[in-house]
């Protein structure tokens, strides 16, 4: 059974930073494909960013909001996955979750999700 | 404003069938990318529901299925039950974007 546990949310001040962890078991994490998922409180979902695997070049991509900010990196050795969220804004405030990328063509979709990490952004 | 259009909220009485649409465009769903859809009940994280348009992970009632037509897509949920009461979320990939897309979210209530 694939497991994702994130860790290493919290209360940060707008102009701060933190890191989100993210350990996955039950898979070929090398081979995964990741994405991070928000949701602002009372909100819907929003596509944060993905990381390819490092054998498909290891490419990052971002949404708009978070771009130059944030960045996704992977620890293959260790099977953790990280966002490190820099000049963080009240809006990034959200709980953040951690997905694997399952691909279908140009398709691709997320299965299964971690819990979420709480990240709240205020002074 | 989201770029894939769902329904607020939807409702029906246990037993009775319920659709959410998920309403898009040319550069994305009309564009030919697949349809996903989630579920996400009361403080849980969101679950994989419907992939590639109509197809069921294992482990999802068949009471689940999707649809796509042009640049809309449907989740149709027959024999409703008090479980289902969830949020459901659809998602695609926008080429114009270049992102991936959610729905804004449909709040099913089973009265």
């Known amino acids: 059974e694939v497991q994702l546990v994130e860790s290493g949310g919290g209360l940060v001040k707008p102009g701060g930073s933190l890191r989100l962890s993210c350990a996955v078991s039950?898979?070929?994490?090398?081979?995964?494909?990741m994405s991070w998922v928000r949701q602002a409180p009372g909100k819907g979902l929003e596509w944060v960013g993905l990381?390819?695997?490092?054998?498909?070049?290891?490419?990052?991509d971002y949404a708009a909001p978070v771009k130059g900010r944030f960045t996704i990196s992977r620890d293959d050795s260790d099977n953790t996955l990280y966002l490190q969220m820099n000049s963080l804004k009240t809006e990034d405030t959200s709980l953040y979750y951690c997905?694997?990328?399952?691909?279908?063509?140009?398709?691709?979709?997320?299965?299964?999700w971690g819990q979420g990490a709480l990240v709240t952004v205020s002074s | 404003q989201s770029v894939l259009t769902q329904p607020p909220s939807v409702s029906g009485a246990p037993g009775q069938r319920v659709t959410i649409s998920c309403t898009g465009s040319?550069?994305?769903?009309?564009?030919?990318?697949?349809v996903h859809w989630y579920q996400q009940l009361p403080g849980t994280a969101p679950k994989l529901l419907i992939y590639?348009?109509?197809n069921r992970p294992s482990g999802v009632p068949d009471r689940f299925s999707g649809s796509k037509s042009g640049t809309s897509a449907s989740l149709a949920i027959t024999g409703l039950q008090a479980e289902d009461e969830a949020d459901y979320y659809c998602?695609?990939?926008?080429?114009?974007?270049?992102?991936?897309?959610f729905g804004g979210g449909t709040k099913l209530t089973v009265l």
């Open positions: 998602q695609s990939y926008d080429s114009s974007l270049s992102v991936v897309v």
């Open positions: 990381i390819k695997s490092k054998t498909d070049g290891g490419a990052t």
């Open positions: 039950g898979l070929t994490f090398s081979n995964a494909w």
């Open positions: 997905t694997t990328v399952i691909r279908g063509g140009y398709n691709f979709w997320f299965d299964p």
């Open positions: 040319s550069s994305n769903i009309g564009a030919g990318y697949d």
């Open positions: 590639v348009n109509n």
